[in-house]
């Protein structure tokens, strides 16, 4: 029979699974012991009888007769998986021959060596003990050498490295004392040189000052020019002027006219048929302001600029504005508009807000803050306005609820980003809850003016707004460290709260732990904070604002282990206002830390001195400080001087500041300088007179900072005529000027320098009584302090500019 071995395994696996070869090997084995008459009856006797016991059961001597079966020991279940080759791992007769073979030479071997160790006598025993003495002596004495050895080596070592250590120190004081030697030759050096460019600056100084006062002399002498007469001869005869602006490029010519008002650029059309072509641009009425003309322009004008302009208008800004119905429902024109302002617009209703839903769908921005909108319009913010993304509904109270309720119908407010909610306060939790399902990708969270907003109104809606990045609850009180561990779930980049005392230190732990991108922090007189909060926000890395005005605890302490984490290195802007614990060594370390602050604010701060004033110089990118109300004198103005990039300073209520300060010859880059109600200022040496500021102190800003923008001089009882036209001269780009308190300074001469600024301010009465001085700088007594009265108050806005500029 041929072996199995090398078959297909289909074939072995047959075999294997239907017993074929213990079948074979049961009636074989029955055939070759009990040899019957008819062999084939036999099996057919033997197959049925294997069938009834079944396969499993089967043996090799199942088909003897058991008188006749042989008594031998197995040493395999089975001799026919060897011959058909299914055999894996089977023990063979050779096999088992090796095996015997081996271990009987083992045990022989075993035996024959343990006889012959006791059968044979050892010889020399003596020898060889002595040769393992002299082993075992050699192995010790090597021990001990070795032992010996080490603690050599550990000593020498030991003296090596205090050698080299002393080394080292002697190389460092030699180090040492040459750097001292050489800083000090430097310094010496260094103070001659500076001496030297101080004389050389103060004596170009008094050069430029003299030609300064020679040309208001020679500019008073000379007489003013008429208008009618400073025309040229060319455009007397009608020629075209040497710059003529319809020859520029049109880009260019869109770009001039785009910082124009509606009203100038209305008056420019009618210039000429050139210009009004120039003021005709598409590009031009893009965006159209109503509220700056809302006083003079009629309803007429508005729908006929609408339907001119119906295609081109994108943003519409009607706040404020007095309109018809009439005129409001014109805006469904302009279907391609994608911002409206209507605040402020007491004559919109809800009948206006479904002519301009239907006709303007793609509104992205909208803005109806304190408007009398109700239920009616929030149910057409849904269906109208599928895009829309910025929605401000400040102050306004006639919806409810439910109102909020109608943002989930249809599409929904999904796509709403941006979302103001000040002075609603009708509004309660389920509010929020109806607000939370309708508008869930919102990301920038307004709700001011609130004090009926609590932690549960957050909750609500922070369940389902988690991608909100930007919250502002400025008056909420009753906001507390629970609203910010509902707010865990989002990631939040911007924070402002103020005016909360139930705010402590916790809320900056979860800050730290929850919001590690958090990049504007605003937390203004929150009186519970401590500087553990300012040690929980060091490890922030993102952090660039920080404001933490009117947080009295605050102190050198705290801001200390604030600056020395890395958020040191990304702070931009800090404002610490009346953290009245802050000292000169709180400057010193943000000198050291604060590579990259550009505004600083110390306003009231009282223990800043002169010396931590003089480190503020150290911070190199600063561009804006503020040190109103801190103790700083003429020296320490005179140190800040030295700073080369600082642009904007206030010294509003510094009572040391005076003429003397301001004549610094280095304030040349200001762009905006307050002094305003200082009392009278004195010189610290009690052998000088008194020394108030004074038109000269103007006269020397006016030759030296021609790039003043701002200027508040409120309060400066002595200043007078003379220092409007000192600034005329100087000050060219001045754009706002505060004279609040002024008494000398005539309403003629304020009259004329507002045609030559943007905003400005004046009061002539007397100060009041809590400045603490009269109307001449003198102190007062307590006795002549009385209860306040109201001041008249005359502000002049008039001016030649359009823009308008926010007063820092």
């Not at 030991?158 to 001292?180: D, F, N, P, S, V």
């Not at 010396?611 to 109103?628: A, K, N, P, Q, R």
């Amino acid at each position: 029979m041929a072996s199995l071995r090398t078959a297909d395994s289909r074939l072995r696996s047959y075999f294997k699974e239907n017993y074929i070869p213990q079948v074979c090997e049961a009636l074989l084995c029955g055939l070759l012991i009990t040899c019957p008459e008819d062999p084939l009856k036999y099996l057919q006797k033997m197959i049925i009888t294997i069938m009834e016991s079944g396969l499993e059961s089967l043996l090799w001597d199942m088909c003897i007769d058991p008188s006749m079966k042989p008594k031998i020991r197995r040493l395999s279940e089975t001799y026919m998986e060897q011959l058909f080759g299914l055999d894996d791992q089977l023990m063979t007769p050779e096999l088992m021959i090796k095996a015997c073979t081996f271990y009987t030479g083992h045990l022989v071997k075993t035996h024959f060596c343990i006889w012959r160790d006791i059968a044979i006598p050892l010889i020399n025993e003596e020898n060889i003990l002595a040769e393992k003495m002299e082993k075992a002596i050699e192995y010790d004495n090597f021990r001990l050498q070795k032992y010996v050895f080490r603690l050599w080596h550990s000593y020498a070592a030991g003296q090596k490295k205090l050698l080299t250590e002393a080394l080292l120190r002697i190389r460092k004081m030699c180090h040492h004392y040459k750097l001292i030697i050489t800083l000090t030759k430097w310094r010496d050096k260094a103070r001659s040189e500076y001496k030297k460019r101080e004389d050389e600056l103060m004596l170009k100084h008094e050069l430029q000052l003299r030609k300064w006062r020679s040309k208001v002399k020679v500019a008073a002498k000379e007489e003013p020019i008429p208008p009618e007469h400073s025309l040229s001869k060319a455009s007397l005869l009608g020629g075209i002027p040497e710059c003529d602006i319809s020859l520029l490029p049109e880009r260019a010519v869109s770009q001039i006219f785009y910082y124009l008002t509606l009203r100038e650029l209305v008056i420019c059309g009618q210039v000429c048929h050139s210009w009004m072509l120039m003021t005709q641009a598409s590009s031009l009425w893009n965006s159209i302001d109503f509220s700056k003309v809302k006083n003079i322009i009629t309803d007429k004008y508005i729908v006929s600029t609408l339907q001119r302009w119906r295609l081109n208008v994108l943003r519409l800004n009607f706040r404020g504005c007095l309109l018809r119905s009439k005129t409001l429902r014109s805006v469904s024109l302009c279907r391609n508009l994608q911002e409206l302002n209507v605040s402020d617009c007491p004559t919109l209703t809800d009948e206006s807000m479904r002519y301009i839903s239907e006709g303007c769908a793609g509104v992205l921005y909208l803005n109806l803050s304190n408007t009398t909108i109700t239920n009616r319009t929030m149910r057409l913010l849904p269906r109208y306005f599928p895009n829309l993304q910025n929605l401000s509904l400040a102050y306004c109270r006639k919806f409810t609820d439910k109102g909020l309720r109608y943002l989930n119908l249809g599409n929904g407010c999904h796509k709403l980003i941006y979302l103001d909610l000040s002075g609603c306060t009708q509004i309660s939790v389920q509010g929020f809850r109806n607000i939370a399902n309708s508008c869930t990708g919102i990301m920038h969270l307004t709700i001011n003016d609130m004090p009926t907003l609590t932690d549960n109104c957050v909750k609500a809606l922070a369940e389902k707004c988690t991608r909100i990045t930007s919250i502002v609850f400025i008056g909420a009180p009753h906001i507390s460290d629970c609203a910010f561990k509902a707010l865990s779930t989002c990631n939040l980049r911007k924070i402002r709260f103020e005016g909360n005392k139930r705010i402590t230190d916790a809320c900056f732990k979860y800050i730290h732990k929850n919001y590690p991108n958090i990049n504007h922090i605003y937390m203004v007189d929150c009186k519970r904070i401590t500087d553990g909060s300012l040690m929980s926000l060091s490890p922030l890395k993102q952090l660039t604002v920080l404001n933490l005005a009117n947080c009295i605890r605050i102190g050198d302490v705290g801001l200390k282990q604030f600056l020395d984490g890395p958020v040191s290195t990304r702070i931009r802007e800090l404002n610490l206002s009346n953290c009245i614990h802050l000292s000169d060594a709180s400057i010193v370390k943000l000198s050291e830390r604060c590579s990259n602050l550009n505004y600083l604010s110390l306003r009231n701060c009282e223990y800043l001195t002169d010396l931590g004033i003089e480190h503020i110089v150290y911070i190199f990118s600063l561009v804006s400080v503020d040190l109103s109300g801190t103790n700083i004198s003429n020296e320490g103005l005179m140190s800040l001087s030295r700073h080369k990039k600082l642009k904007e300073l206030s010294l509003s209520e510094c009572y040391k500041i005076t003429d003397v300060g301001i004549q610094v010859p280095r304030l040349t880059l200001l762009g905006k300088v307050f002094f305003s109600v200082p009392p009278p200022a004195q010189l610290l040496s009690p052998k000088r007179d008194e020394t108030k500021i004074t038109d000269s102190a103007m006269e020397m800003l006016s030759a030296k900072c021609h790039y003043l923008h701002i200027l508040d001089i409120s309060g400066c009882v002595l200043l007078t005529d003379q220092m409007l036209e000192d600034l005329q001269m100087g000050c060219k780009q001045l754009r706002i000027l505060k004279m609040q308190y002024c008494r000398l300074i005539s309403k003629e001469a304020a009259r004329r320098m507002s045609s030559m600024v943007q905003q400005q301010e004046y009061n002539p009465n007397d100060p009041p009584l809590w400045f603490g001085y009269d109307y001449e700088g003198k102190p007062l007594t307590k006795q002549e302090i009385t209860p306040l009265k109201e001041d008249e108050e005359i502000t002049v806005t008039d001016s030649i500019y359009s823009g308008e500029e926010e007063v820092v």
